[in-house]
């Protein structure tokens, strides 16, 4: 397949996971066969250079679309966001018909225009969404070009300002450039969530997606790899993985820590930063309680050692996180995991069988739990076997990367029947460009993607 990816964000010039995972997609895909072209934005991290030896892509991104707002930009007022509209959607029509793609791989459009979703519609090409944040159940109402458009509030001078648009054929001028669709109209035909949590969150936003599936996030269990520790070895090196935020729940972690003192003898070992407030914060209750805890940064090339360096990993998330990686890159390195179940963790979590797990926010109960691994290593040893098995039967890189194939050759096999049925006097602007994937799983009604192993799993 031809596919064009478009995200907010690609590497090396990115924030968090999902632009890393979508570097990852795009690569096996590749890897796979696939002519697979990536749109991104502009946007630039500091001291990153766009070609590093580890980072150069083959074709490289094409860094055009422009970013409103988010990390960093401005937000500006509609007469000058106008601009920014039409040249993002202008961006996206010219890449369309120039690569004439079997599929739009749609990743995260944080900060980019959502105006470019109508605008793929109205290309007739088919779009797959990879949803793996809340961009559409926090962000999309909240996209200033279409909210203002479509808004019914707002002080005099914006009313006034619309009603002239409107009255002098402005606004319809303007959408066949930049559309001002209104949000009901979004459509979302083929979409696939990282979890069932994430997808029942944006329903509840009010998006009709309960047609959505469910594919997990990968796990390169390659490079994420360790043998489950004999049962006779002690419990003496903990670790926290991830930013330094409320959300995040590190100062439960300490709080716990603190709880076990004089019953635990070990070590926190936490990896991460976080916004300079609330990283003092974690210092100073590290000071004050004289907690045997140490401070680190490590590279994601490093993070597979800095897992089997230690014998087990506190997951404290606090909010919904769509899907986490690091206690599955922790259960794939061969630790045990304690951890919370908000969000996409219920889905992975399973207390007692594959980690332990404890109500967000409540350091008593992952205290107890410390102690529990620390006085039971054939219980530290059981959970890490079959953390370890779970993650790469339902996780691993290939298993994920097949479902997505799969589901991208689904879209293109239903746009072409639907091409089909088309009457013949009809204008048709699409039409694949390479033969279906034989991968493709048909039955006589849909296109079937691969579904996960459930067997003995809670899913």
């Known amino acids: 397949m031809r596919i064009l990816v478009i995200s907010n964000l690609y590497p090396p010039h990115y924030i968090g996971g999902y632009e890393l995972r979508c570097q990852v997609v795009v690569k096996a895909l590749r890897e796979r066969g696939h002519d697979v072209h990536v749109l991104t934005s502009d946007h630039r991290v500091e001291d990153v250079e766009d070609h590093s030896p580890s980072t150069i892509d083959h074709p490289p991104a094409q860094r055009s679309l422009r970013v409103h707002g988010f990390f960093g930009h401005p937000w500006l007022p509609i007469t000058q966001l106008r601009a920014l509209e039409v040249h993002n959607n202008a961006t996206v029509r010219d890449a369309v018909e120039t690569l004439r793609p079997d599929v739009v791989h749609v990743w995260n459009l944080g900060g980019i225009s959502k ?31 279409l909210d203002w458009w479509n808004r019914s509030t707002g002080n005099l001078a914006q009313r006034l300002l619309r009603s002239a648009y409107n009255l002098f054929g402005l606004r319809a001028k303007w959408s066949a450039l930049a559309p001002t669709t209104p949000l009901n109209a979004m459509p979302f035909r083929k979409i696939y969530f990282c979890s069932d949590a994430l997808r029942q969150i944006t329903i509840a936003k009010g998006y009709n997606v309960q047609h959505g599936e469910v594919i997990h996030c990968p796990v390169d269990t390659v490079a994420f790899h360790g043998e489950p520790t004999p049962a006779d070895k002690p419990l003496r090196k903990l670790l926290y993985v991830g930013r330094l935020a409320e959300d995040k729940g590190t100062l439960t972690a300490l709080r716990a ?42 590279t994601p090339d490093e993070m597979p050692r800095v897992y089997r360096e230690h014998d087990a990993l506190l997951f404290t998330s606090e909010w919904e996180e769509p899907f986490a990686l690091t206690p599955l890159e922790a259960m794939a390195s061969g630790i045990p995991v304690i951890g919370t179940t908000t969000g996409g963790s ?36 059981a ?20 479902q997505i194939e799969a589901f991208l050759g689904c879209t293109v096999m239903e746009a072409s029947r639907e091409t ?29 993607s691969p579904s996960l192993p459930t067997e003995g799993l809670i899913v």
């Open 115 to 145: 105006s470019i979703i109508h605008t793929l519609e109205q290309l007739q090409v088919p779009v797959a969404y990879d949803i793996s944040d809340h961009w559409i159940a926090r962000s999309l109402k909240a996209d200033v070009w």
């Open 257 to 298: 820590f603190a709880l076990v003192q004089g019953h635990f003898h070990g070590t926190l070992h936490i990896y991460g930063k976080g916004d300079e407030a609330y990283t003092a914060r974690c210092h100073d209750y590290v000071r004050d309680h004289a907690l045997p805890v140490t401070f680190h940064h490590a």
């Open 346 to 381: 219920a889905e992975l979590l399973r207390d007692g069988l594959n980690s332990l797990t404890y109500p967000a926010g409540d350091a008593q109960r992952l205290a107890n739990n410390i102690l529990k691994l620390a006085t039971s290593g054939s219980l530290r040893h």
């Open 383 to 402: 959970l890490a076997v079959t953390g370890k098995a779970d993650v790469i039967q339902r996780c691993s890189q290939p298993i994920i990367i097949d």
């Open 420 to 448: 089909a049925r088309r009457s013949d006097n009809e204008t048709v602007r699409w039409s694949p460009h390479s033969s279906v994937p034989t991968s493709v799983s048909l039955s006589t009604t849909k296109c079937i």
